[in-house]
Structures are given as structure tokens and as C-alpha cells.
């Protein structure tokens, strides 16, 4: 069966200072692969999305970027955080079918 | 682009009670609606979805009804229970160029009192 990993789990970093969140799915070739952010008691804010390797779609102009290395790998980078970047940030896959699954997800705090 | 749009907001119910949450979109090619559930701190979880070509959809005690020309679907929780409390969302989409690009609704909180 497929699972899909974040981490680290929660953290809490400077203003200013870089970022990077890792996203990687077993049991599975070649997934679409997803990056969101919730605000807090909001709802879910696509920010890329990846169908290969090095392919990589941005959907609102931000403060962040991705990168897939690897076929089962996704990151979320950031050089310098911003305060508006605290949330939670959900990876999340599909395959073939239509279903999207998402893992544990990373709660960042931008002090 | 694509928009949903979702209520109530919040809703409380008794236990045993009836649940139902009503969700709009825009884009008449959009083609597969989810329900994901999402408790306190937790990830989303999908319970329930519906493809374009079917108009209802049942599992146990949740149920997804869908109306293409109204744009419009919808999730029905039976005999609700202390444990459905959650925020529920909706998403739409419409499968292009091999991805499935998810637009969600803002989330309903709801409430099951014993």
C-alpha cells in the first residue's frame, strides 16, 4: 500500500531565515505530487503541483519554491521567511485515479 | 478560474441527527467532487467522493448527491455521532493534462452534541 511522509513534523523559525520541508510517497511510480498551506482555521491553499521529475507548476507567486529530484521526493524551499508563511503545509499525491491523499503535514511558526 | 463555494460554515447538530453540507462551483467541466474530513491538527482525510457521471453515491452513513446542471453537490451525514465532529471540505475538479488540480471550499465545522 502507498504512504506518504513529511517532515519534520512541526517547526519554528526566524524571520528571514530558509526553509525546507520534505514530502516523499512509498508504494507508488511516477504520483502527481502536491504541495498546500493551511492558514490557521482556513481552508486549503494549492501552491504546486509536480507530474515528473524536475516538472514543477506554481499556482499563486509567493515567497516559496519546489523542487522534485526525485520521482517519490517533493520539496518546499523557501530562502528567507516571511511571517505570512506560518501554516500548516500538506503534501499530497494522486495516481492514476482521481483520488488525492495527503500526509501528516508540517506546522510551521515564523517568529 | 474555478471556484467553490461552501456552507453552512459552521453547524451544530444533536447526535442521531441528520448532517448536511451544500457546496456550489463554477466551472461546468469540472468532472470529480471529494468530501475530505479534517479533525483538530490532523491531515485531511477523504470519506467520500462522486465522478460527473453518477448522481448519488452512499457509504454507510455518509452520502454525496450531485446536480450538473445546477453545479451544485452536496454531503449527507446520517445518525450522526460525537466522532463526526470535524471540519468537513469540499473540492471540485476537472482532470487536465494527467493531474488532478483541486479546488476547495473553505470548510464546514461541525459539532455533534451527545
Known amino acids: 500500500s502507498q504512504t506518504i511522509h513529511q517532515w519534520p513534523a512541526t517547526l519554528v523559525q526566524p524571520v528571514g531565515s530558509p526553509l525546507s520541508l520534505e514530502c516523499t510517497v512509498e508504494g507508488t511510480s511516477n504520483p502527481n505530487l502536491y504541495w498546500y498551506r493551511q492558514a490557521a482555521g482556513r481552508g486549503l491553499q494549492l501552491l504546486f503541483y509536480?507530474?515528473?521529475?524536475?516538472?514543477i507548476s506554481s499556482e499563486v507567486p509567493q515567497n516559496l519554491s519546489a523542487s522534485r529530484p526525485q520521482d517519490r521526493q517533493f520539496i518546499l524551499s523557501s530562502k528567507k521567511l516571511l511571517l505570512s508563511d506560518s501554516g500548516f503545509y500538506l503534501c499530497a499525491w494522486s495516481g492514476q485515479g482521481y483520488e488525492q491523499y495527503f500526509g501528516p503535514g508540517t506546522r510551521l511558526t515564523v517568529t | 478560474g474555478e471556484n467553490v463555494e461552501q456552507h453552512p460554515s459552521t453547524l451544530s447538530v444533536q447526535e442521531g441527527d441528520s448532517a448536511v453540507i451544500k457546496c456550489t462551483y463554477s466551472?461546468?467541466?469540472?468532472?470529480?467532487f471529494p468530501w475530505y474530513k479534517q479533525e483538530l491538527g490532523k491531515r485531511p482525510q477523504l470519506i467520500i467522493d462522486?465522478?460527473?457521471?453518477?448522481g448519488e453515491k452512499k457509504d454507510q452513513r455518509i452520502a454525496v448527491t450531485l446536480n450538473k446542471t445546477a453545479k451544485h453537490f452536496s454531503l449527507h451525514i446520517t445518525e450522526t455521532q460525537p466522532e463526526d465532529s470535524a471540519v468537513y471540505f469540499c473540492a471540485a475538479s476537472k482532470i487536465t493534462g494527467g493531474y488532478n488540480k483541486l479546488i476547495f471550499g473553505a470548510g464546514t465545522r461541525l459539532a455533534v452534541h451527545p
Open positions: 466551472d461546468s467541466a469540472s468532472n470529480y
Open positions: 462522486i465522478r460527473s457521471n453518477v
Open positions: 509536480s507530474v515528473g521529475i524536475g516538472q
